[in-house]
């Protein structure tokens, strides 16, 4: 069993729990969010593996000053959590409340009963899997859940364009799906994400999906209670902070956004465009030249940004962003791409102007021949035969 963290990491993980900003904070990560949510009357289950100990402490230390009845019954009930720092944290504040001359009830732990966490003959909650976005704008997101003999996999097929695919579950072993989970992270580039992120990636691409009016998938119904009910609230990515006045541009190296292009049928009008421009019979000093080029760059981008195309270019900012936050050492990178997605925001005249949207258009203009290297023409028809990522049940 784990021991009590030293007071001090406890006493900073408290502040940040607390602040009245969470952008005022320096750590976003999702312990801290479910310890936040937690604080405001919460009942989401602990992030199983991503709940380090001190920050159980610090959720149960704020409780202990509190001294409240709301925070007595609070602590009683994350003492009778599944998770085994959470239960002996707040089995520890009660039995120190008690110390205080507060009436409070300390749960009895059941012989046999088992908790969450390291160690013998226990087990943790999986967590759950997003991959990156193939070329054409779908990934994977896998949650599981323990059963009988082993766990139910519950794989979801995202379109950033069209919502939620398909919704599959099958069986397997604890051990078959972490190995699974790798060789498809290895294959396709992604992270593993807190189980509650998981879940609520498949209901918000579910309710995309009916947005468009489009039917959802066979089975839906029955699979989607399994895996539990959507929490509601934004997406995971915008607890990041922005980064205003940040160089932006750079992120378009990245290996995440490799396939963000331009659909075919719009490169193709581009294209001619520019061909007629560079054709004209008019004689053209090389300064008109690249006016002219300017201004289709110009029209181009705000024909490309309509709205329809702002959100799904913004959820795939905020996505990768996702991916990017759940590590430390990738956590600025996750805040510029948050900060991308918000420029964004706004009419079709209002993105085509800012640096980072227009520049998906300008670097085609550019370097015309990057845009052939890359499988833009596939268009992104979730109907298509094409199963871009290769996504496969275990």
């Given at each position: 069993m784990s021991k009590r963290p030293p007071q001090r990491d406890i006493e900073r993980l408290r502040g940040l729990i607390t602040a009245d900003d969470?952008?005022?904070?320096?750590d976003t990560s999702a312990d801290i969010h479910w310890a936040r949510q937690t604080l405001d009357g919460g009942e989401h289950p602990p992030p199983g593996d991503a709940l380090r100990?001190?920050?159980?402490?610090?959720?149960?230390?704020?409780?202990?000053?509190?001294?409240?009845?709301?925070?007595?019954?609070?602590?009683?009930?994350?003492?009778?959590?599944?998770?085994?720092?959470?239960?002996?944290?707040a089995r520890t504040g009660l039995h120190r409340l008690r110390s205080h001359k507060v009436e409070v009830e300390v749960p009895v732990k059941s012989q046999g009963e088992?908790?969450?966490g390291t160690g013998t003959n226990t087990q943790q909650a999986l967590p759950g899997m997003a991959t990156i976005y193939d070329s054409r704008w779908e990934r994977l997101v896998w949650l599981a859940d323990d059963a009988p003999r082993g766990v139910r996999v519950f794989q979801g097929r995202l379109s950033a364009t069209f919502g939620l695919l398909e919704l599959n579950a099958t069986s397997t072993t604890r051990k078959e799906y972490r190995t699974r989970t790798r060789q498809i992270l290895d294959e396709l580039g992604?992270?593993?994400?807190?189980?509650?992120?998981?879940?609520?990636?498949?209901?918000?691409?579910?309710?995309?999906?009916?947005?468009r009016g489009r039917s959802l998938p066979r089975g839906y119904a029955l699979t989607s209670q399994r895996i539990g009910a959507a929490t509601g609230g934004d997406h995971p990515a915008l607890r990041l902070e922005l980064l205003p006045g940040a160089d932006l541009i750079p992120l378009y190296d990245l290996p995440e956004l490799k396939y963000w292009y331009p659909d075919g049928d719009f490169l193709r009008r581009l294209a001619h465009q520019l061909e007629e421009a560079g054709t004209s019979q008019i004689v053209l000093s090389d300064a008109q030249r690249a006016q002219r080029r300017a201004d289709i760059v110009d029209r181009s981008v705000e024909e490309f940004f309509d709205a329809v195309r702002c959100q799904t270019c913004?959820?795939?900012?905020?996505?990768?962003?996702?991916?990017?936050m759940v590590k430390e050492e990738t956590r600025e990178r996750a805040r510029l791409l948050r900060t991308a997605a918000d420029q964004l925001l706004g009419t079709p005249r209002e993105v085509a102007l800012r640096p980072f949207p227009r520049h998906l258009v300008e670097r085609i203009v550019q370097r015309p021949a990057d845009a052939h290297d890359?499988?833009?023409?596939?268009?992104?028809?979730?109907?298509?035969?094409?199963q871009g990522g290769g996504l496969i049940l275990p």
């Open positions: 969470p952008r005022d904070a320096d100990p001190e920050v159980a402490y610090a959720l149960v230390e704020e409780l202990i000053q509190r001294q409240t009845p709301q925070a007595a019954q609070m602590l009683g009930r994350l003492a009778r959590s599944t998770h085994r720092d959470v239960a002996k944290a088992q908790h969450e992604g992270e593993m994400v807190p189980p509650q992120d998981a879940r609520w990636l498949v209901h918000d691409a579910a309710q995309r999906c009916s947005a913004r959820l795939l900012l905020l996505d990768t962003a996702h991916l990017f890359h499988p833009h023409e596939h268009p992104h028809d979730p109907d298509s035969s094409h």
